[in-house]
C-alpha cells in the first residue's frame, strides 16, 4: 500500500478534506446504521496498490444528508463514483443515486454491494449503467483502469451492464485465496465516528473469513459460499497496524462464524498472546462452536465479547429455520462466558415462519432467564436471496416486488409476519421484550459495571433508546 495515503480524501471527526481523486467510493446516508463497511475500504485499498486515486466517504458514519453528499461528490468531482447498495438501505440508495445522476452526470456510476448481489436486476431500477455481483474486487480493479483509460469496460465475472434496460449478467466467481487481498484502507475512514455498545475504547469491524457452511433460511444464500480465512501471520499483522498505528484498542470482528475452525482459531489466539499486542476485542459465532477450554484461551488473547444467534427460545422453532442447536447447548455456552468474565451478545427474531404469538413470548422469557448482557430482538426481515424471502412469495405471504416497491418509497420496511398472526401484536412483543428483558433486576445486575462510566452509560443508553423505541425491525 502507497505510503502517502494524502493522495485520497479522508473523511475525519473534524471535517472533509478535497482532495483530487480517480475514484470516490461511499457508502450512503442512512438514519440507522453506524458500521464501518469494509467492502469499499478493501476496494480503496487494491486501487491505491495499483496507483490509482481512490476515496472513501461514509455518509452514514458522518450524519451527512443527500444533499450534502451530492454536493461533497461535486466538489470532489471524481471520475468514478462507487456506491454500497444495502438492502434496508435501498430506499436512500436510490434517492442517492438519483440526485447524482441528476447532479453529477459527468462521473461514471458503479454499484454494488450486498443487495446488488442477492438481486442484480436491481441495477436496472436504480437507473445506473454499471453494477458488480460477487467477489469482484480484481474486476472492479480492471473495471476502473478501464473508464479512466477511456475505454468501455469488457465483459468479466460478476460484471453488470444496462443498456437502456436491457441487462448483460455474468455470474460472479469466489476469490479462494482471500490472503492475496490487501488490508483495507481503514485510514480512509472516519473510526473516531464508529462506536461498540460493548466497549468506550476506539473500535474498528474486522473481516478474518468468508463464507458460511450453515443453512438457516433467513440468511441470504450468498453468505453460504465456502468459507475461507486469512492466515494468523496476515491477521497479526494487520492488528498490530491497527492498534499500533491508529490507537484502535477494540476489535469487533464481524465473521459469520469466527471460531468455526477451532485449530485456527487457537493458533490466532496463541500468536496474539505471543505477539504483546494489547487489545479487546469481540466475535460472533454458534452455541455449539465454543466450549470452556477454547474460551478461556481467547480470553487470555484479549476477548471480551461473544455474540450468539439464538433467534427464539423454543427449540422446535430452531430446527424449523435449519438454526440446528438445543437450548442446553445455548445455556452452557453463555454460562461457560459468564463463569470466565466474558460478556455475551444474544440476537432473537420475532416473525419465524409457523412461529406463534405464544413462541414469541417464549422467547422473551427464555433470553430474561439467559441474563446476556446485550440481549437485541428483532422484526423479520426477508432478505432477498434467503431461502424464506423466495418461500414467502411462493406462498403468496409476500408480493413478490416488495423491495422494489420499497425502493420507490410505496411501502415501508418489507417485514415477515407468520400467517395468521397480526403484525401490530408481534411490534408488541418486540418493543415490550427491550423493556422487559432489559429492566429486569438480574440483568441490570449483569450489566453493572455500565453505571461505572458517564460516557460508556450514555452511549449504552442510546443505543439502547435507538433500537427499543426508533427502528421498526
Not at 187 to 208: A, H
Not at 291 to 308: I, N, P, S, Y
Not at 309 to 338: F, H, P, S, Y
Request: include cysteine; proline fraction near 6%; hydrophobic fraction near 40%.
Amino acid at each position: 500500500m502507497p505510503s502517502n495515503p494524502k493522495q485520497s480524501v479522508s473523511p475525519s471527526a473534524n471535517g472533509l478534506q478535497i482532495e483530487r481523486t480517480d475514484c470516490l467510493l461511499l457508502n450512503p446516508p442512512d438514519l440507522n446504521t453506524r458500521y464501518p463497511y469494509l467492502g469499499i475500504a478493501l476496494l480503496a485499498a487494491l486501487l491505491r496498490a495499483n496507483g490509482i486515486r481512490a476515496a472513501l466517504l461514509d455518509s452514514s458514519a458522518l450524519n451527512m444528508s443527500i444533499p450534502e453528499t451530492v454536493d461533497f461528490v461535486k466538489r470532489l468531482k471524481p471520475r468514478i463514483v462507487g456506491v454500497s447498495v444495502m438492502s434496508l438501505n435501498l430506499r436512500r440508495s436510490y434517492l442517492l443515486l438519483e440526485a447524482l445522476r441528476t447532479s453529477y452526470p459527468e462521473g461514471v456510476i458503479v454499484v454494488g454491494g450486498a443487495h446488488i448481489d442477492a438481486v442484480p436486476e436491481s441495477v436496472r431500477n436504480l437507473g445506473v449503467r454499471y453494477g458488480f455481483q460477487g467477489e469482484c474486487e480484481h474486476e472492479f480493479l480492471e473495471f476502473c483502469k478501464s473508464i479512466l483509460g477511456g475505454k468501455e469496460p469488457s465483459p468479466m465475472p460478476g460484471f453488470i451492464i444496462n443498456s437502456e434496460g436491457d441487462l448483460d449478467i455474468s455470474e460472479g466467481k469466489i476469490i479462494k485465496d482471500i490472503d492475496s487481498l490487501p488490508r483495507p484502507a481503514y485510514d480512509l475512514l472516519p473510526i473516531e465516528r464508529y462506536f461498540s455498545p460493548s466497549t468506550s475504547r476506539r473500535t474498528v469491524s474486522f473481516i478474518s473469513s468468508r463464507g458460511c457452511p450453515y443453512k438457516c433460511i433467513f440468511c441470504s444464500k450468498l453468505q453460504q459460499k465456502p468459507y475461507r480465512h486469512l492466515s494468523t501471520a496476515n491477521m497479526l499483522s494487520q492488528l498490530d497496524w491497527l492498534v499500533r498505528g491508529l490507537g484502535v484498542g477494540w476489535i469487533e470482528f464481524v465473521d459469520e462464524i469466527f471460531t468455526l475452525h477451532r485449530a485456527h482459531v487457537i493458533e490466532f489466539c496463541e500468536a496474539v498472546i505471543g505477539s504483546g499486542l494489547t487489545f479487546e476485542w469481540g466475535c460472533g459465532t454458534r452455541a455449539d462452536r465454543v466450549d470452556k477450554e477454547l474460551l478461556t484461551l481467547m480470553k487470555r488473547a484479549g476477548c471480551r465479547k461473544v455474540g450468539f444467534g439464538i433467534e427464539t427460545g423454543v427449540e422446535r422453532i430452531r430446527n424449523a429455520i435449519n438454526k440446528g442447536l438445543t437450548n442446553k447447548q445455548i445455556l452452557d455456552a453463555v454460562g461457560a462466558c459468564r463463569l470466565l468474565g466474558i460478556k455475551t451478545q444474544t440476537c432473537f427474531i420475532f416473525g419465524h415462519p409457523g412461529e406463534t404469538l405464544r413462541d414469541m413470548r417464549e422467547t422473551v422469557r427464555f433470553a430474561r432467564g439467559l441474563r446476556s448482557n446485550y440481549p437485541s430482538f428483532l422484526r423479520m426481515i426477508p432478505i432477498p436471496g434467503s431461502d424464506l424471502f423466495e418461500s414467502a412469495k411462493r406462498n403468496e405471504e409476500l408480493p413478490p416486488e416488495i423491495w422494489n416497491d420499497f425502493m420507490l418509497g410505496h411501502s415501508d420496511y418489507p417485514i415477515y409476519t407468520p400467517r395468521g398472526i397480526d403484525p401490530k401484536d408481534v411490534h408488541r412483543v418486540f418493543r415490550g421484550a427491550w423493556f422487559s428483558v432489559y429492566l429486569w433486576p438480574p440483568n441490570l445486575w449483569v450489566n453493572r459495571d455500565v453505571f461505572l462510566s458517564w460516557k460508556y452509560l450514555l452511549q449504552g443508553c442510546k443505543a439502547f433508546l435507538d433500537f427499543a423505541c426508533t427502528r421498526k425491525f
